[in-house]
Nanobody, 116 residues
Framework: QVQLVESGGGLVQPGGSLRLSCAAS????????MGWYRQAPGKERDLVAT???????NYADSVKGRFTISRDSAKNTLYLQMNSLKPEDTAVYYC??????????WGQGTQVTVSS
């Protein structure tokens, strides 16, 4: 199994930046893909960005050019650098890991609020 713990959320003004972290533990060698998702109140959980074991990345159109997903394999940590934040980026952000191809683990989520 893989366990995930997110950190780094908070309150930020529009135009500001935040960096989220997701620390993975357990069978991290079996992780195929990791990603960030977000869920705003009353809405479904949506994809933000993913990164494969090989380093290929994918972004939602709404965050392209503003957010960057990266990972530190030595630290088993996933990051999401968020710049030029907008009020519509307000949501709970979740980290996800797909491992052994068919299994998935989620973190507990971290709140990001963009407001003046």
């Amino acid at each position: 199994q893989v366990q995930l713990v997110e950190s780094g959320g908070g309150l930020v003004q529009p135009g500001g930046s935040l960096r989220l972290s997701c620390a993975a533990s357990g069978n991290t060698f079996s992780i195929n893909l990791m990603g960030w998702y977000r869920q705003a109140p009353g809405k479904e959980r949506d994809l933000v960005a993913t990164i494969t074991k090989g380093g290929s990345t994918n972004y939602a159109d709404s965050v392209k050019g503003r957010f960057t997903i990266s990972r530190d394999s030595a630290k088993n940590t996933l990051y999401l650098q968020m710049n030029s934040l907008k009020p519509e980026d307000t949501a709970v952000y979740y980290c996800k890991a797909v491992y052994m191809t068919v299994f998935a683990s989620w973190g507990q989520g971290t709140q990001v609020t963009v407001s003046s």
